[in-house]
């Protein structure tokens, strides 16, 4: 099923629809369920009472529902509230009165104060914050952070969000709360994704509630789409496919000193299921697999000028390691108007506006920050924004690549699932454009080559990552894309 992604103003669009339906106190009942058994799990077998912070807010009250019903499930409880300010937060606490459960005021010192207990959930802030940390919460989230840090081994599980991150960006602030895991409600936000925020969150698990899926995806920024949709989207081969039906691609980069970049995009697109894969270039390209094919042209803007668009099934990958001329040959793709990837070289700023819509993008950060003319710092800060802004100011189909990375259409942005950290070494960016190429190659739309090759790919390191941990090398994901493919969807 697809998993939503939320800023904090469309929490604010869904709440205000489930609250003009009548809705938004169950969804709170649903989430303060959610977090009680989240804690249970995360205390699970640890001595102790399970604490509990609340803020004024409709965090605050989700921490209160889950205290009710770990009261009612026979644990002890610890309750540091500070006054309500949301109606529903004011009903939870009079409800969790009336069970007999004591609240305590929320301060620094009471937090410093508490027994050991088995684990914290922190209910102080959720979507709603703004700004750095004021006034007792504050205090409370330092107080919380020296304890949990300092070797007591209490837990801390993070409602919706660690108190104090921002939703909607990948940078955190000096003060958070440093969460051990965190719930994710209703959907994903940015900051459990990205960067130094979602490092904040630890490990996010994802609490649903009974959103109609109509409005989540009204008011979510991007979709996070499972391997079952993905998988149900990559071609099928039947018996009577042959190599010139499962899709030809012809990779031009490489230059002296780069030779190594178009070859493993060749690997990429053999091992993602091209029929035939050329490499085109002007210098000496190793073969790393004798099935690729290789042509060395003395003059690769002469021969794309003389070239034509071949009517079989044919797609393009360009730039990798083709050095200073590779805007100018992209310019010459993209005027033929077919499956093109455009990766490294050829992304430059040049190309502004040419993209169709059958064509990928696919910059790192970096190269991201020189096609946006702003900072490395700009761009991952909020890699959504960034990739919704390429594909506008570009056009066709943009991959923002990093863990995860983000695939930007036309009306649309999508998250990716999976990867591991190894896979940030030379080459894998390269191989990725083959996998992009051969799916575009096969007859995919170019968005849902995008989003399916992306975590294909992700899927390849994973598996990878297994053997070979962190001296993953983009050969061995290459290797596991056969497996990556029979993972998505099922065996060929
Ligand atoms: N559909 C869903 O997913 C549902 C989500 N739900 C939950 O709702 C949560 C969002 O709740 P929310 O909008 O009430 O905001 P929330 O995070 O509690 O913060 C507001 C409070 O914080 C305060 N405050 C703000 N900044 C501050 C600062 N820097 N330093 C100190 N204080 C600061 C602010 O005070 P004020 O600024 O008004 O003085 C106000 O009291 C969401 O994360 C999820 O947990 C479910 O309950 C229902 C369905
Ligand atoms: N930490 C990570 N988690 C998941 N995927 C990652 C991570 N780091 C890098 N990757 C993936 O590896 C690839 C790196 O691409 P790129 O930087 O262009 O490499 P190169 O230019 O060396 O080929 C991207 O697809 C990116 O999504």
């Known amino acids: 099923m697809t998993e939503h992604v939320f800023t904090a103003a469309g929490i604010r669009a869904l709440d205000v629809r489930l609250d003009a339906a009548g809705l938004l106190e169950l969804a709170m009942e649903e989430a303060g369920r959610a977090s009680a058994a989240a804690l249970l799990d995360l205390a699970a077998g640890r001595p102790g009472p399970l604490a509990l912070l609340a803020g004024g807010g409709a965090n605050g009250g989700d921490a209160l529902v889950a205290a009710r019903h770990l009261h009612a499930a026979g644990r002890e409880v610890q309750v540091l509230a500070a006054p309500g300010t949301h109606p529903l937060t004011q009903r939870n606490r009079e409800r969790l ?39 007792e919460l504050a205090g409370a989230v330092q107080a919380l952070n020296a304890r949990a840090g300092q070797g007591s081994g209490e837990p801390v599980l993070a409602l919706d969000l660690p108190s104090g991150l921002p939703a909607d960006r990948a940078s955190a602030p000096p003060l958070t709360v440093q969460a051990t895991r965190t719930l994710a409600l209703s959907g994903y936000k940015p900051a459990h994704l990205f960067g130094e925020a979602a490092e904040r969150c630890g490990p996010v698990a994802l609490a649903r509630l009974a959103v109609p899926p109509a409005w989540a995806d009204a008011e979510a920024k991007a979709t996070r789409p499972s391997d079952t949709e993905l998988g149900a989207w990559l071609p099928r081969r039947t018996a009577s496919t042959h190599k ?22 060749g690997v990429g697109a053999l091992r993602a299921g091209a029929g035939l894969v050329t490499l085109h270039s002007e210098a000496e390209l190793p073969l790393p697999m004798p099935e690729l094919m290789r042509t060395r042209h003395a003059d690769l803007g002469a021969w794309l000028a003389r070239e034509q668009p071949r009517p079989d099934a044919l797609a393009l990958a360009l730039g990798m390691g083709l050095g200073p001329q590779a805007p100018a040959l992209a310019r010459v793709a993209l005027s033929w108007n077919i499956p093109t990837v ?14 169709h819509s059958r ?32 594909q506008q100011r570009y056009g066709g189909v943009v991959v923002l690549k990093g863990g995860p990375s983000v695939v930007a259409w036309a009306g649309g942005l999508s998250v990716s699932r999976g990867g591991h950290p190894g896979m940030a070494s030379a080459g894998m960016g390269d191989t990725l454009a083959g996998i992009l190429a051969a799916l575009l190659a096969a007859g995919m739309d170019s968005r849902q080559a995008a989003q399916a090759g992306v975590r294909l790919h992700a899927r390849a390191g994973e598996r990878a990552a297994q053997r070979f941990g962190y001296g993953l090398s983009a050969s061995d994901v290459a290797a ?13």
């Open 97 to 135: 009165a009336a069970v007999g459960v004591e609240v305590q005021r929320l301060s620094a010192a009471a937090v410093r104060a508490l027994p050991p207990v088995a684990a914290w959930a922190d209910g102080l802030l959720g979507t709603g914050v703004s700004g750095e940390l004021r006034g």
């Open 244 to 265: 010139g039906t499962a899709g030809r691609v012809w990779v031009v980069g490489g230059s002296a000193g780069m030779e190594g970049a178009p070859a493993m995009a």
């Open 342 to 355: 455009l990766d490294a070289d050829a992304l430059q700023p040049e190309l502004s506006g040419l993209g």
């Open 359 to 390: 064509c990928l993008w696919t910059p790192h950060p970096g190269e991201a920050a020189r096609l946006l003319e702003c900072t490395v710092a700009e761009v991952t800060a909020d890699p959504l924004s960034a990739a919704a802004t390429l």
């Open 480 to 492: 596991e894309l056969g497996g990556a493919w029979a993972d998505l969807s099922g065996p060929v």
